[in-house]
């Protein structure tokens, strides 16, 4: 069985490729499974093409994952088609991918619901500055989202 998930944030440079490229480093051999499928958008166009935002790769690639090769997309309607799951950054991305929602009835979540503890929401580092602390909860989010799938 296949699992497509698709993570958004705003631009598709900070949150939504870290939590791409966590999920597919912690998944291991399932990431390299053609079972397990993961893609990021945003929900803002300003960025489309561009790769992750330099100090959340640098961020990155200190804790172990390489985001080099992603590149920013905005989300699409028809990405509720394409995904079995669409997890966003947080509540205003949320109610903007809904927006786009149509008839689908494909299930979009905060990924902050797979973390143990109380947060409501990924914080932005590209307005905070906190790119460490963003990684620390999407990866606590992440092992969270993967025992959520595992088989």
């Not at 699992?3 to 051999?29: K, M, Q, W, Y």
């Not at 499974?33 to 200190?62: E, F, K, N, V, Y």
């Amino acid at each position: 069985m296949t699992t497509r998930i698709l993570f958004v944030c705003l631009g598709n440079i900070c949150r939504s490729p870290a939590a791409e490229g966590v999920v597919r480093e912690l998944a291991g051999d399932l990431a390299s499974d053609p079972g397990l499928q993961l893609d990021s958008a945003g929900t803002g166009d300003w960025h489309i093409g561009h790769p992750p935002h330099p100090p959340m790769q640098a961020a990155a690639r200190r804790r172990g994952y390489d985001l080099s090769r992603q590149r920013a997309r905005q989300l699409a309607a028809a990405d509720f088609d394409a995904f079995d799951l669409i997890v966003a950054m947080d509540a205003e991305n949320l109610r903007n991918i809904e927006a786009l929602r149509g008839g689908s009835d494909t299930p979009v979540r905060l990924f902050t619901d797979y973390a143990e503890g109380p947060e409501d929401h990924v914080p932005d580092p590209y307005f905070t500055g906190d790119y460490d602390g963003a990684l620390a909860l999407i990866e606590r989010c992440a092992r969270g989202l993967l025992r959520d799938i595992a088989p």
